[in-house]
Every structure is written in C-alpha cells, then in structure tokens.
C-alpha cells in the first residue's frame, strides 16, 4: 500500500450545528497548508471581539453598549439563510450601542453574505446601526439582506462598499448624520439610499448608482447630494433623485445617464427646499467617480429584486393550521402605512388623499388631504365619529372628518416624546387612543386632547401596526400576528400571511392587513384574514 502525500491529499471536515430544532450542514475542503477552523457566531456579545477568516452566523448578534467588534480584511460574515414563513428566524446583525470597526482593504473586502450556494435576496436580516457614532464600514459588501445598511440616531460613515441585491433599501436611515461616498449601489429592490425621519448633516458624495428601480429618496432630512453618478436605469420618466416632506437637499455637481433633464431631480411637495446647480444630463462636465475596488461576485442573483423573476415569498400560503386567507383585494392602490375599517368601508390614508374601497365591490372615492395639516400618515382609527391619524412627519395626531370631497381638520396635537420622533401605528378603543413609542417598548393610553392617561409596558416590540378588536389589540411583527391585552400580556399568536405589514384593522368578524408583499408590484395588498387558532403556537 502506497503512503498518501498529505500535501496532495485534500482533508475534507464536516461539521454539523445543532442549534435548538435546526441543524446546518457545513463542507469545508482544507488543504494542510491552509487550515482554518470555522468559527460558529450568535447571540449578544459579551466582551470586544476581533474577527477573521470565516464566520458563520447561526443566530442573530448584537453589539451592545460596551463593546467594540473588529472584523479584520478578507473576513466572510456568513448568515445562515431562512426562506420558511413558518420559521422565520430570520439572522441579522445590530449594533445597539456598541461599535463596529469593519474596515477591509480595495483587495480584500469584508463580506456580509448568505450562508448558501444558491442565495437570493432576503436570505438574512441585514445590518441594523443604533446609537452608534463611532462604527464605520469601509471596503465592505453586504448582499441577499431584507434591508442592507440601516442606521438609527447614529452617525455610521460607509464608504468604498458594494451593497446590492437586497429586498428592500440599500442603505437606509432615520435621525442620523453619515457620510455616504465611494460607494457602488445596485439592484436592491426599492431604493439603494432612502432616507426618512429627520436626518440632518446627510452628505452623499461620489457614489455610483448602477442600476435598479429607484435610486434615492429623500424625506424630512437635510442632506447634500454631490458628485454621485446614476445610470443604468431602466426608466427615464422616473426621477433619480426624490425630495419629499420637510426636506431640505442640495443636488450639485452630479452625473445622469438615462434619465429626462426635467425629472431626474423631483420635488414632490411644496414645503420641500431643493437646490440644484450644475448638474450633468449629458454635456459630460462631471466626471465618473473613480471607485478603487473591484465589483468581485460569488454568485449574481440575475435579476433585481422586484422583478418578475424574483424568487422571494412575499405571499404566503392562504391557509394553515392557524389562519386563513378569506380574501385579497385592493389590485393597483399600492401599499400604505394607515388602514382602518369603518361605517363598511376600508379606508387608506396617504399624503394627499384618502380612499374609501368596498371591501365587496371594490368600488372606490377618493378624497383630497391638505398636506400641510396631514403630511406623512402612519396609522388610522376611527372612534365612531372622527377618524384619527398619527403624523410622523410633522409629529402630530390628528383628529378629522371626511365630508363629500374632501377631509376636514378638527384638531391636532403633538405625539408624546415627539423628540425622539415616531413610530408607525395608532388604535383607538373608543374611549381612548393608542400610540406606541419610537422605541416600540411602551404604548401611550392617551385621552382625545392628547394628555397621557397612563403608559403601558409591552413585552413585545410593536415594530407593527396596531388594532382594537373589542377585547385585544392585535399586530404584527414581520413573521407572526399578535393579539395582547391593555396590560401587554400577549394572548394570541398566529403565522403571519404575507411580508411587511404596514396596516391592521378589525371589520367585527375578521382582521385585515394591508401588506407591502414587494413594494413595487402593484398587487392585491390588502388580505381579510379568519383567525382559526391563535393558541397553538404559544
């Protein structure tokens, strides 16, 4: 018998994680030169870290206060992928307090990944920044995320990166101060930078937006907008550049290709500050960005996520075990953050108008909305008289009427602890109106002129819309639905039926949700769902 070269002879390691009902299967082919051992990650971290090499995410991390994650050049953050409504344990990465230093190098980029062969977009979570001023993301690619690079009351600068073929936005924010530059954004599915609640001090420089739906969007923020250049688009009716709400934005000094003169920089309401000064639409007087990396891939996901080859579940099954799907309208009305059933009707509010939709016929009114009383709608009741919307743009609660054309204003007040901004949602149970927190730890019980009657403690976060039943609130999470008391205790859980609800309401028999499904089609978004077992899942 021969003796094997062992430098010849390739080890092959197979490791298996077990972690609580699932298990990964891992193949690793080693040659001795080169050996490295996979490190397994999850959970909160307890200490500062430093990372290299492979690292696979089997549950989600979180940096909190205290702490410092390093992630060395080269390093592959690798997330374990869910693509089962059931179990959406969904894997992410947040820094909540803490800092991450994830600063690589134009030849080894750090990568933030699916955990896969055969990725697609919304295998994993995404990067989630809160409270963090000093983390910064540099020579990084981030891919296959629900949302890429997100940041909350936080100043994360991210530069020399590639984020790309992600569900949602490419790098979204609220009430942060980053600088953008150097970047190469494409075909994430809604916006590669969207930005909303209140950012200010927003420089985005010298990135290149290479192509998608829709490229930047800008809402009650003050942000300059210089050097990028957008191209690669597939519409030249679409503007590239959005300004909306309160927004204050200096578009200078940029380079469009593909897109009509007249709306590649858009003002959409009135209140808006929008300056703009030698741009270019053609006449080749600004230069590409020059971008010192490579746009290295693994695997190309082969379409934008949103078009019609798009391979994530947005709609789930119509029925299983703990509900059921009793119909699906709303074909063309888009999706929306304030929903409500009242007097027979659903009601959908936005900026601008209100419509009332049979929920037989479908037929349908619309309603004009003065925008400087109503701007930015996210959340609507009705309390057997007034319907009620909380405001986050302009941070107020309203109190109105609809009479035959139109809507009219009675009242309004601030939201409580407006100065930390807001947070979609708002339910009334007929005495009195239901608002949670930014932080969806707490809900205001609030008396109709706005003074606080008593604030409820909530053991779940209410990242969802929010409805009165007649005996339980219920709402939503992004994987279940949920029913709980006045107290915050929850009483009932169900799968959810579709991604991203955005509004609930209650008709008397049934729920109802208004649901983005994928944010561009223009879909049936609104799902009457049958509560067939809300205990079993406890």
């Not at 082919?29 to 397994?40: A, K, S």
């Not at 979180?62 to 992630?71: A, K, M, N, S």
């Amino acid at each position: 018998m021969h003796k094997l070269d062992s430098r010849k002879v390739l080890a092959i390691l197979l490791i298996v994680a077990i972690i609580g009902s699932s298990f990964f299967v891992y193949f690793y082919i080693l040659t001795p030169d080169t050996v490295e051992e996979p490190v397994f990650k999850g959970g909160t971290l307890t200490q500062d870290e430093t990372w290299s090499g492979s690292i696979f995410v089997n549950a989600s991390i979180v940096v909190p206060t205290g702490v410092t994650l390093t992630i060395n050049p080269g390093t592959r953050v690798m997330f374990a992928p869910c693509q089962d409504y059931k179990n959406q344990t969904t894997v992410g990465f947040a820094v909540v307090g803490g800092t991450v230093i994830a600063v690589g190098t134009p030849e080894q980029q750090i990568w933030f990944t699916s955990d896969t062969d055969t990725p697609i977009n919304g295998d994993w979570g995404g990067i989630e920044l809160y409270n963090t001023n000093a983390s910064v993301f540099k020579y990084v690619i981030v891919e296959f995320s629900s949302l890429g690079i997100s940041q909350f009351d936080s100043k994360v600068n991210i530069s020399h990166s590639i984020v790309r073929w992600v569900n949602a936005e490419g790098i979204y924010m609220e009430r942060s101060s980053p600088v953008i530059e150097y970047n190469l954004l494409y075909e994430n599915g809604y916006h590669e930078i969207a930005l909303e609640q209140y950012n200010y001090d927003v420089e985005i420089r010298n990135n290149i937006f290479a192509g998608g739906h829709v490229p930047l969007i800008i809402f009650d923020s003050s942000v300059t907008v210089e050097g990028n250049y957008f191209h690669n688009y597939n519409t030249s009716t679409s503007p590239a550049v959005s300004v909306a709400g309160t927004a204050e934005a200096n578009v200078t000094g940029n380079k469009f290709s593909g897109f009509n003169n007249d709306t590649a920089i858009l003002k959409l309401m009135s209140m808006c500050t929008l300056v703009m000064a030698n741009n270019d639409f053609g006449n080749g007087s600004i230069p590409i960005p020059i971008l010192d990396f490579n746009d290295i891939k693994n695997h190309d996901l082969g379409y934008t996520p949103g078009d019609l080859e798009d391979q994530y579940m947005y709609v789930y099954p119509t029925q299983d075990e703990t509900r059921r799907v009793v119909q699906r309208i709303g074909l063309g009305f888009g999706f929306g953050w304030a929903f409500e059933y009242a007097n027979g009707y659903l009601w959908k509010l936005g900026s601008g108008e209100l419509v009332r939709i049979d929920p037989t016929t479908g037929a349908n009114t619309t309603f004009s909305v003065d925008t400087s009383k109503i701007l930015g709608p996210r959340g609507l009741c009705y309390d057997g008289e007034y319907f009620w919307t909380q405001d986050h743009s302009l941070l107020k609660i309203v109190k109105f009427k609809v009479n035959a054309t139109d809507v009219t204003i009675y009242d309004s007040f601030d939201i409580p602890e407006n100065e930390t901004g807001a947070r979609q949602s708002l339910s009334t149970d007929g005495t009195y109106l239901y608002v949670p927190n930014r932080n969806g730890n707490k809900m205001f019980e609030l008396f109709k002129n706005g003074t606080i009657h008593r604030e409820i403690a909530m053991p779940l976060d209410l990242v969802g819309p929010i409805t009165w039943n007649g005996t339980h609130f219920w709402t939503g999470n992004g994987n279940h639905l949920f029913a709980f008391t006045k107290d915050g205790t929850v009483a009932g859980k169900v799968y959810d039926v579709a991604r991203g609800i955005s509004g609930i309401t209650w008709d008397g028999t049934y729920l109802w949700g208004l649901y983005k499904t994928c944010e561009l089609w223009n879909d049936a978004k609104m799902f009457q769902i049958e509560i067939l077992d809300d205990s079993s899942l406890f």
